[in-house]
């Protein structure tokens, strides 16, 4: 049944630790429980994992939806000729997935080992690292529309893009149906323990954060831009701009939304005045910011 909850604190829910509370928080287990939640009245937030998001300090008046446990199954669809369809639901986390895979000898999903997040997040967002992206291994995908109906759709019309995707207005994404390849077990774990250790070596994993602010400009690294401009170890409040990875804004503890958007606009406006590139944000800002 679905799960509703009042005030739900949304600092809990996302990796910046930031973030007031949700008005009301809908939890549904199945498909026909959201379908009926979709009809029922407007949806403010999909909440995922809560890894590419800042939360406003007042919240979000209004319904927060996250998927329940019911939408975090995988199987195993079909196997052919060194191909296995893979269903998996939207909650699964990106990085329990790919570690299943691995367990089952399956490639595909290595880059996905050490982005936090769920895999709807992962395809919303198309979630990627040097070595792939969400697209690469999703062959459809599962969504209820703002009106409650469940639809599929080929992922060569789901609008992928460097970290973004076009689907339906409003559509919840319930799950994927992905292709992964059969593999070497040990080949596949020594990939994912590699691109680990970079993440390890090169991101402040110890601080809570939302990972990359901006998007990398074409041709160039916002954390390369970033530092460039001497903004390593800005603070703005408890936001710090990471001393070990420019792109990365970290909560020192008692960070509030409004210090890390504040530090954000500091960013943009430097940047913009010293190299002339108008960063694009990544991370996506919920509730009310003041843009002026
Ligand atoms: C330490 C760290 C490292 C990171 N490294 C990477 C990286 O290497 N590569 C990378 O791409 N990202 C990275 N990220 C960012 C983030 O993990 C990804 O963007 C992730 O895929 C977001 O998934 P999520 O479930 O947390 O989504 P959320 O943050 O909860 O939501 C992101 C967006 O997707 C929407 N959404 C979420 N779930 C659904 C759904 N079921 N249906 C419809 N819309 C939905 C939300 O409304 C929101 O617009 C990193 C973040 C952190 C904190």
Redesign the pocket.
Known sequence: MTKITKEEPLWKRT?FKIGGPAQTLAQPESVEELCSLMRSGEIR?????????LVSDEGVKGMVLA?GSGFGQMEIDTAGEGVVRVKVG?AMG?TRLAGMAQKRSLSGLEFGFG????L???L??N???RDGETKDITESIDIVTREGRLETIMASDAGFGY?TSLFPAG???TGATLLLRDGDGDAIHAVMRAGYMERKAS?P?DLP????VFKNPPGDFAGRLIETCGLKGERIGEAMVSPRHANFIVNLGAATAKDVHRLMRLVEKRVSEQSGVKLEREI?LVGGFDEE
Not at 209 to 212: D, F, K, M, R, T
């Open positions: 990796t937030l999909i909440l995922g994992g809560g890894s590419n998001l998927l939207a990106l982005i936090p997040g769920l709807g997040g992962a919303r967002m979630a990627g690292a970290r559509c919840v994404i991101q994993l954060s939302a990972g990359s996506k």
